[in-house]
């Protein structure tokens, strides 16, 4: 799939970043979709893209939305949307970006947009490193990445979307006091991300006991993967981490 992993497909390849080895996700599209899909495909999907600017130009977060927004936030790998569509439908004041490059989680999030009358909602479909490129300094009060794909196998570990460079990105891109919320149910993932997280200066982990890492985030939906792993015996991890300013 993309980051997240609401509907795993199995590893297909995907485009390439930094080469064909380092794509951080696999196929693009899962089982056909039906007729109103492609039909909300091909006609509300245009008007939501996020449209990048020229290179080495930054977006204008809050005239991608059609009404003012008090703050921008981004997930990163949106799944099936639920949780993004949630959060959009308890925050109409946010304005709230989507990175997913699986063709069938899209269609799912354009299904509760359109349900729901979210105009608050922006949907960017390709690698989403594009996107933070494009993001200006300190202009994301929040930013998700919630069950990405782990790529469990050793081989593969240089795809996880968590990287040095990555974590640098999301800090550059969060305003002083901004959050970055990551979610797992991988053990090694969550290892993985903590230490990272804790060779960038910028984001200090917000846990002060045990317990806050194994509770969901406030508000939290849940999401259609998180419901299999606790049913499989796999126990969530929540991290967050706070820009410093």
Not at 7 to 23: M, N, Q, S, V, Y
């Amino acid at each position: 799939m993309a980051y997240g992993r609401d509907e795993l497909p199995p590893d297909e390849g995907g485009t390439a970043i930094e080469g064909a080895d380092r794509a951080f996700y696999g196929r693009r599209k899962g089982k056909r979709l039906r007729a109103g899909q492609e039909q909300r495909l091909a006609d509300l999907l245009p008007r939501l893209r996020v449209a990048l600017p020229a290179e080495g130009a930054r977006l204008d977060l809050p005239a991608l939305f059609p009404h003012p927004v008090d703050e921008v936030w981004l997930e990163i790998g949106f799944g099936g949307g639920e949780h993004l569509a949630a959060q959009a439908t308890r925050h109409p004041q946010v304005g709230i970006i989507g990175a997913e490059p699986f063709v069938n989680g899209v269609v799912k999030l354009l299904r509760a947009v359109d349900d729901g009358d979210l105009a608050n909602v922006r949907i960017w479909d390709e690698d989403a490193t594009q996107l933070l490129a494009a993001i200006p300094d300190a202009s994301l009060a929040r930013v998700y990445l919630l069950y990405p794909d782990p790529w469990p196998k050793r081989r593969q570990r240089k795809r996880r979307f968590v990287s040095d460079e990555t974590l640098a990105e999301i800090a550059r891109v969060l305003k002083p006091g901004g959050v970055f919320r990551f979610a797992s149910d991988i053990d090694d993932y969550a290892g993985w991300t903590l230490v990272r997280a804790a060779r960038c200066d910028a984001l200090d982990w917000t846990a002060e006991a045990a317990a806050d890492w194994t509770r969901p985030f406030p508000e939290w939906p849940g999401t259609r993967y998180e419901a299999k792993a606790i049913a499989a015996g796999r126990g969530p991890t929540y991290l967050e981490f706070r820009r410093l300013g």
